[in-house]
């Protein structure tokens, strides 16, 4: 695909999530039709307008919307980041302990009824925080520092530590029943009733780790190759690997903090933007993220209206209609004379 | 000039010992193949040079510098690898994988510049394969695979090659324009060439000097002449082999010496 083609696309793409916004935040509850949600982002001091709706979509749908698009994008550079590392197109966000961690975190929080602050989290986001960061930090130390050992180690630390960690998990799910609920809607993932403070807390984590990791697509290429030939290329496996792990890591520790465990996102959209524009990751990356945050803002859209007035969690969509398109895409293209996936 | 040196190298995998005692000097301009039976350390020896695994013992030197002293790429573009496998590809174009090549010249963070461009265009003609150079990586054929990993390899422009089977899965045409290439690139070009083969004959027409591999250690080195002897060969692969003249060239032509046994179907190799 030339170069015009391709920013021909992301265009297209971009205006579709942008088109998507507006559309989102006028549903629900109250519905406000897509040209007045325009007016009251871009002029809301116009005299016509009612209060109540100013407030429902800047105060609310705004920065849900937004935090929903952010998380949905971060997830996917961060996937895309992970499969290229493990040369997988399997791994996610998740794999090396993240989810598990940060579950252990906020399920601790929940169940001691933790009241801590910090930096602007609050004690179920800071705890999901501190759990994801420093599970992924023991798996490393445990297995990625040692490059020799290649990065099936990491992968194996990553799924062994994942299982320890849900395993206490549970065990204080079952010890604590009361708070079941609660635990469990949350590692469903969620947006609801999230706004600006959980905005603006995740935004310079997920910003940064985003950030980073497009600055490393020609590394990331490389390690598409195997580290061998990525280190062959004079690429410093040992250092490239921290950085990759820690920004994608910082990503989706900052994701989970903000709302929850989200499913399949991470895994969907590379696969899907790899489809549309190949696998350099120069493309890849803002590719994913685009597609990322337009189906995790279509899937909270679902979620909080498919059962309206009752909220279904967003996790819940991503892995429901992620899983039976993936299957879909396994159909399809088994059937397509280029084969596999 | 010395381009490679290796000063009582050990290798090891673990505790398991691969290769002990090795010494051999390589010539700027030289092709050395390294021969010997399967799993005798040939790959061990070439991933130890290429610097992907550290020797337990013994020193190495690249031009005549510690091989573990310069950067990962300052050492990039001196000393390309291409594995045995042919197994790099990745879910992009060959042209986007071949210009990765290009990474030690140019770094990581700037796209190509029109000099980067001419190399990847000439690297991918050098091995054949320009008109494949739209085409999805991942979906070629071994051999083909194996050709875009090579031209990865030129387009690094290092002065020192390492190339682990070449030949391996490639039909005579490719075998022999591989062969001719690595030939061109030493003695025309310059470049200095350690290959391994498995292929005796391959070896003995295209590498100035072998060095034939056995039981941990270097057997023979020399000219081809010089080290494939009907004798060592024999010995050292644990099987009759037969080594004759070259009718026209002078080196030795290897065979197996298959014990042929007069065939019992009836009829069979009478026809005549």
Not at chain 1, 31 to 42: A, G, K, L
Not at chain 2, 83 to 112: C, I, K
Not at chain 2, 181 to 193: D, P, S
């Amino acid at each position: 695909m030339s170069r015009q083609r391709f920013i021909f696309w992301i265009v297209i793409l971009s205006l579709l999530l942008i088109s998507t916004l507006v559309i989102s935040l006028g549903i629900g509850a109250v519905f406000i039709p897509p040209e007045r949600v325009v007016d009251i982002i871009t002029n809301p001091s116009q005299a016509d307008l009612d209060p109540a709706e100013i407030s429902i979509v800047r105060d609310l749908r705004l920065p849900r919307a937004f935090l929903a698009a952010l998380v949905g994008a971060g997830l996917a550079i961060a996937g895309a980041a992970f499969q290229a590392l493990f040369r997988n197109p399997l791994a996610d966000p998740y794999v090396i302990g993240a989810s598990s961690g940060a579950s252990l975190g906020a399920t601790i929080a929940i169940t001691f009824g933790l009241t801590w602050n910090f930096a602007g989290f609050g004690p179920i986001q800071l705890a999901a925080f501190v759990g994801a960061l420093s599970t992924v930090f023991l798996v490393y130390t445990i297995a990625g520092g040692n490059v020799k050992a290649g990065v099936i180690s990491l992968l194996l630390a990553g799924t062994a530590i994942s299982t320890v960690l849900s395993s206490v998990t549970s065990l204080f799910m079952l010890m604590n029943r009361e708070s079941t609920h609660e635990i469990f809607s949350w590692l469903m993932g969620s947006f609801n009733g999230r706004s600006w403070p959980q905005l603006t807390v995740s935004l310079p984590y997920l910003v940064i780790g985003m950030a980073i990791l497009w600055f490393a697509s020609r590394p990331l290429d490389a390690l598409s190759l195997g580290e061998d030939t990525a280190q062959t290329i004079g690429l410093s496996i040992g250092k490239t690997r921290g950085v990759v792990v820690a920004a994608a890591s910082l990503i989706t520790a900052a994701a989970v903090a903000s709302s929850g465990v989200i499913g399949f996102v991470g895994l969907v959209a590379p696969h899907i933007a790899r489809i549309l524009f190949g696998a350099s990751h120069h493309r890849l990356i803002p590719a994913s993220a685009v597609l990322g945050g337009l189906l995790t803002l279509l899937a909270d859209d679902l979620a909080r209206t498919l059962m309206a007035p009752f909220e279904l969690p967003v996790g819940l969509i991503t892995s429901l209609i992620g899983g039976i398109f993936f299957l879909y895409l396994i159909r399809t293209r088994q059937r397509s004379p280029r084969g596999g996936l | 000039m010395i381009a490679f040196s290796l000063d009582k190298v050990a290798c090891a995998y673990d505790q398991r010992s691969v290769l002990s005692d090795i010494s051999f000097e390589v010539n700027a301009g030289e092709i050395v193949a390294l021969i010997g039976p399967n799993g005798v350390g040939k790959t061990t020896l070439l991933r130890t040079m290429a610097r992907l695994m550290h020797p337990v013992t013994g020193k190495i030197y690249l031009m005549g510098q510690d091989l573990w002293q310069p950067s990962q790429r300052e050492i990039a573009r001196k000393l390309a690898y291409a594995s045995q496998s042919g197994d790099e590809s990745w879910d992009a174009t060959v042209e986007q994988t071949v210009a990765l090549g290009r990474a030690p010249h140019r770094g990581w963070f700037l796209p190509l510049n029109e000099q980067d461009q001419e190399v990847v265009n000439k690297s991918l003609e050098q091995v054949g394969i320009t008109e494949l150079r739209k085409r999805n990586a991942t979906r070629l054929s071994g051999g083909e695979k194996k050709r875009v990993n090579l031209a990865r390899v030129l387009a690094q422009e290092a002065s020192v090659l390492l190339l682990d089977e070449p030949t391996a899965h490639l039909d005579l045409k490719y075998q022999t324009e591989i062969l001719n290439l690595v030939h061109r690139l030493a003695h025309q070009e310059g470049m200095t060439v350690i290959v391994s083969l498995h292929d005796l004959n391959q070896a003995a027409m295209v590498a100035d000097r072998v060095v034939l591999l056995h039981k941990g250690g270097i057997n023979a080195i020399g000219t081809a002449a010089e080290v494939m002897t009907q004798e060592r060969l024999s010995a050292v692969y644990g099987v009759p082999i037969l080594v004759m003249k070259h009718s026209s060239l002078a080196v030795p032509v290897i065979l197996p010496n298959v014990q042929l046994v007069d065939s019992a179907v009836n009829g069979a190799g009478n026809d005549a």
